[in-house]
């Protein structure tokens, strides 16, 4: 049997395709099989020792909310291969979340044969699209759709490396089937790949670091809105003794995962979807702004100030507007600016720290400890204090967490304690984002629990990911948060019913799912997963969470499925009255 590590030795098209994917360390691609690239796919499993690793999904969705998941833990782009143009409309939306949330990842697609004199009858025509590549072009960082093999693979490097290049989101590389399946009759030509990678960022502009620093230095009530920031423990130091230096308030998002200790004296309010209005308090009233990627950081002013121009210097970093798209609006609000650094933020989170001084930043308090839970019917608040207090000392990375939640129902203190959502706002990615975090916390052999808390219509639109994990031995902790509805559509249609002066009654027709209730539990023992049934209450869960812990750490998948009253913490909807 032939086994080329190198590409030079490739017997067919797809083996050169495969060895350049496995020389550019992608570790793992999440697959959803299909025939339009049957070539590669033999290649990976037959010609380079099953590396990069593939991973068998049930879906494309989920395919691609793996490797986002994975991403956000490790902040370097895994693989997904998809079939044809059916496979990539099915991945649509888990891309366009990806994007929305700025992490990298390589998305490979394939069609044809693009000439139509080799195509075989019905399935080949219909698999075959002109332009594959537009259907998600308003949402993909770059793509391409080489001609030839040795274009595909200088594509593929090329593709990686702007994944990986700040601001980062996914590539799109459609391969024609028949480029995978030509035997070849040359030797490839080498790659120089390790010269191709993403180059590195640029410093901070001098003239405006020290501008920067002169204005923060002079500033009595300065105040830093935290967006989206990395996972590096040496960042989330940096900005600790920055903002303890300058003696600053904090605002955090909870969408954007941890990026400041809850716990420190210096966080104003609480965590949320929006400010709430202890954090808008603190923006009205500040000397200086200091804006680190916050998510839609012009909307968040027009919040507080309407109208009015803010009084408040505002020092910006991000390199978001290199995103701006026409087709979709995710960048925001326009905002304004006093000194705009186009760079990533913790950059110059770094280059201040260094030019003001950096004293080491005060012991922290430890996180207010979970309040106690009384028996009955269970909020979602009651379901994070249950679960604060079954891990106790255990400390855990919580990759998703309901919509209900906020900061105050998970304190975090260290970068890992929480990921955020998901970029996109949709339903259904929370499932494959729990996988592919969990695995790339397996892959760095990382202490934490991999600990997941989604809404049941989340998880029963993409509930087939779970097998996924089983299948490839990853440890997972699911809390599925069971109020039998789509609850944030309720508060929507109560508020307009409320505008409109119509019955509240109505507010869950088209909304509630209890004619019949599902049965979660089943649905994840199906495929694979442990799980104990419906819990009602406290003791229940607390007795199931130690078993399901249990059974993670033993390299298992746990799911408990929580019977939850229905209610939302006031950051989340907003009143439309």
Known sequence: MHHANDDSLAC????????????????????????SYRGLHDSLVNATGGDPRLLLCVHE???VAIAHGYAKVTGRAMGVALHANVGLMHATMAIYNAWCDRVPMLVLGATGPLDASQRRPWIDWIHTSQDQGALVREFVKWDDQPAGLDATRHTLVEAVARANTAPRGPTYVNIDSSIQEAPMTTPAAPLDIARRGAPPPPAPAPALLREAARLLDGARRVVFLMGRLSRSEADWQRRIALVERLGARVITDFKTGASFPSAHGAVVGRAGYFPD????????????????????????????????????????????????RGWVKDGGAPAPADIDFLNEPDQVVAALHEAL????????????P???VADGPMTPQDIAALLRLGLGERRSCLIRAPLSWTGDDWPVDHPLASLGYDGGGGIGSGPGMAVGGALALREADSPLLPLAVL?????????????TAVNQGVPLL?????????????????????????????KRIGIVMDEPSIDVSAIARG??????????????????????????????????????AKGYAPSMVKSMA
Do not use: M
């Open 61 to 63: 969705e989920s395919a």
């Open 12 to 35: 067919w098209g797809s083996d050169a395709i495969a060895a350049t994917l496995k020389a550019l360390d992608l570790r793992y691609i999440a697959i959803n099989p299909g025939a």
């Open 478 to 506: 699911v809390v599925i948060v069971n109020n039998r509805s789509f609850y944030n559509d309720e508060v929507h249609q109560e508020a307009i019913a409320r505008t409109r002066g119509r019955p509240l009654e109505n």
């Open 370 to 372: 979970p309040r106690p």
């Open 277 to 324: 209005a202890e954090a808008k308090a603190a923006i009205a009233e500040a000397e200086v702004i200091v804006n680190l990627d916050w998510i839609d950081f012009g909307g968040t002013l027009r919040d507080v100030f309407g109208d009015r121009p803010v009084p408040a210097k505002i020092v910006s970093a991000s390199l978001d507007r290199h995103n701006g």
């Open 527 to 564: 495929f694979g997963a442990t799980s104990q049934g419906l819990l009602r209450t406290p003791e229940a869960v607390r007795a199931a969470l130690d078993e399901a812990l249990e059974v993670v750490t033993g390299g298992g998948v746990a799911v408990l499925e929580i019977e939850a």
């Open 357 to 368: 001084g950096h004293p080491e930043p005060a012991p922290l308090p430890p996180c207010p």
């Open 455 to 467: 809404g049941d219509g989340d998880f029963l639109a993409s509930a087939s990911a779970l097998w």
